[in-house]
């Protein structure tokens, strides 16, 4: 059985650092793609940041590029996001995610089947 579960949100004040976790079971984490989203009240499920199997090659949205940090630990079977200099606007339920295949481009764009339950993030001004 697939389960990601994710941890380590809460309430923030604005510049503030949050910390995410995923810890992963029922699937071969190391050989997937592993991505973090987010979806605010009233808007679309948005990509935050994006991971290959290694961990070598993070993709960022535009929006977190330079205070987010995405990384992982293949033996911990664990996905992590690193969240600093939050702002009133990174208030959202955020939800890691990941790929159904191995292989295949690693990236904003890429496709995910397996969903954790999401962790709700504050921001406050």
């Known amino acids: 059985q697939v389960q990601l579960v994710e941890s380590g949100g809460g309430s923030v004040q604005a510049g503030g650092s949050l910390s995410l976790s995923c810890a992963v079971s029922g699937f071969t984490f190391s050989m997937r793609c592993m991505a973090w989203f987010r979806r605010a009240p009233g808007k679309e499920r948005e990509v935050v940041a994006t991971?290959?199997?290694?961990?070598?090659?993070?993709s960022y949205a535009d929006s977190v590029k330079g205070r987010f940090t995405i990384s992982r630990d293949n033996a911990r079977k664990t996905m992590y996001l690193q969240m600093d200099n939050l702002k009133p606007e990174d208030t959202a339920m955020y939800f890691c995610?990941?790929?159904?295949?191995?292989?295949?481009?690693?990236?904003?764009?890429?496709?995910?089947?397996?969903w954790g339950q999401g962790t709700q993030v504050t921001v406050s001004s």
């Open positions: 995610a990941g790929a159904v295949t191995a292989g295949g481009i690693c990236g904003l764009t890429r496709n995910f089947g397996y």
């Open positions: 991971v290959n199997p290694g961990g070598t090659s993070p």
